[in-house]
């Protein structure tokens, strides 16, 4: 299942205080606003992609479902993107997948990452850096890489991101920061390191 693309016509904020009330088209703008990155990011903690896709869309039926009881100030894209950790850290839970840990600690990003083709010039050099780069970033330790796809590819503050991932602020800026000071020693290219970070294909 894909979703359609919508038109930034409506802020989500309109449309999610909307939905709080009942609107189902504003809703139904949402789900298709969100579905495509929320099962992209799904699969990044799963291989499975049917039970990401369950996991997506019983998101969306719990927000439906308890719609008057969501708070009415909160980040869109984040409550929807922590939502289907916490689905998915539970799935992982009820399969018995971990044996020892059935937290949301226990779900590793495994997502691979690599740079828009159409930013890469014809320099023979700047693509081999390039490659050289998604290598590195690639071989990044999970959280760091989580953290680096959620604020640059997803937009997320570093307070959102400590949220998602159950850390406090200073733990989630060091995962970003750390990941940075490892690719920047080895990124030398004419191109800004966060212009690529932010228009890469995960």
């Not at 308890?66 to 839970?93: G, M, P, T, W």
């Not at 083709?117 to 700047?126: K, P």
């Not at 989580?146 to 159950?166: F, K, N, P, T, W």
Request: aromatic share 10%; proline share 1%.
């Amino acid at each position: 299942m894909k979703a359609t693309t919508v038109p930034n016509t409506f802020d989500d904020i309109t449309l999610w205080n909307k939905m709080r009330e009942g609107d189902e088209k504003s809703f139904s703008m949402l789900f298709k606003r969100y579905y495509d990155d929320l099962v992209s990011y799904g699969n990044s903690l799963s291989p499975d992609t049917e039970k990401v896709q369950d996991c997506v869309q019983d998101v969306f039926i719990d927000l439906w479902n308890y719609k008057e009881k969501v708070q009415s100030a909160v980040v869109v894209k984040a409550y929807l993107l922590s939502s289907v950790r916490k689905r998915i850290a539970r799935l992982y839970q009820r399969d018995h997948i971990f044996r020892k840990s059935t937290s949301i600690d226990a779900v590793s990003f495994h997502m691979e990452f690599s740079v828009e083709h159409e930013l890469i010039d014809d320099d023979y050099a700047t693509k081999q850096k390039v490659l050289h780069l998604n290598n590195l970033l690639n071989n990044l330790p999970a959280r760091q890489k989580e953290a680096l796809y959620l604020r640059y590819h997803q937009g997320l503050a570093v307070e959102q991101i400590a949220e998602m991932l159950d850390i406090n602020y200073q733990s989630a800026s060091n995962l970003v920061y750390r990941a940075l000071i490892t690719l920047r020693k080895e990124w030398k290219g004419a191109l800004s390191l966060i212009t690529l970070l932010s228009s890469g294909t995960f």
